[in-house]
């Protein structure tokens, strides 16, 4: 098959992705190595978001894409930050926030609120060119529970604060290999690939 362009711009994103790909033959290139900048997650659903970055690198490059939109849902907040997750801790419409000011957010939101439990959700989206009218569309999810403060040095976007209670850990305390094994991102992919086998 042909190289796959990787449509993301979050290199935490695309260091993950690089830990997962080595166990599948699969010839997979950031969207960074072709200078494909960021496009609008203009859409209101993750699906839609993932099929607008996987057709937007796949025009720019004439390679097949994968994209994953993705993003933390807290019971609390009525499922906030959801698909708004990298823009939640954003000061205006301009500036983009960082890691670090997402889950400041986070963590004043649920400031004296008591359920805790969350999920993160990653929608892969895998589409043969620009125009494939059938994109294979592919759905993971973690359970766990918003800590009441960060701690971890490992991941990224809100895995200091994503605790997972079956290993009394955070997501940023867990190796590359252990996030690997049970993240939203691995499930998906994992079925991703696995729909990919049947059809090539
Ligand atoms: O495993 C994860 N561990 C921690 N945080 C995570 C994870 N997975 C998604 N997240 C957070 C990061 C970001 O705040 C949002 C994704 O937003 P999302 O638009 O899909 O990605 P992005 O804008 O960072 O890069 P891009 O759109 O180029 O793929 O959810
Ligand atoms: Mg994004």
């Not at 009394?168 to 691995?186: G, P």
Request: aromatic share 8%.
């Amino acid at each position: 098959m042909d190289k796959i362009v990787l449509a993301t711009g979050n290199k935490g994103k695309v260091a993950e992705f690089s830990h997962l790909f080595t166990q599948y033959n699969i010839d997979v290139a950031p969207q960074s190595d072709f200078n494909v900048p960021d496009v609008p997650e203009t859409g209101t659903t993750f699906v839609e978001n993932a099929i607008i970055k996987a057709r937007h690198a796949a025009k720019l490059t004439g390679l097949p894409a994968i994209a994953d939109d993705s993003g933390l849902v807290v019971d609390a907040l009525n499922g906030a930050p959801g698909i708004y997750s990298a823009r939640y801790g954003a000061l205006n419409a301009q500036t983009k926030p960082s890691d670090s000011d997402n889950c400041t957010k986070l963590l004043a939101e649920l400031n004296g609120k008591h359920n805790r439990q969350a999920k993160f959700l990653c929608v892969l989206v895998f589409m043969r060119h620009a125009n494939d009218p059938t994109p294979i569309i592919c759905q993971g999810e973690w359970e766990g529970e918003i800590a009441t403060s960060a701690s971890g040095e490992g991941g990224f976007g809100y895995d200091p604060l994503f605790y997972v209670p079956s290993l009394a850990q955070t997501a940023a305390m867990l190796s590359k290999h252990e996030k690997s094994d049970i993240s939203h991102r691995a499930k998906a992919l994992k079925e991703l690939m696995h729909k990919l086998q049947t059809l090539i």
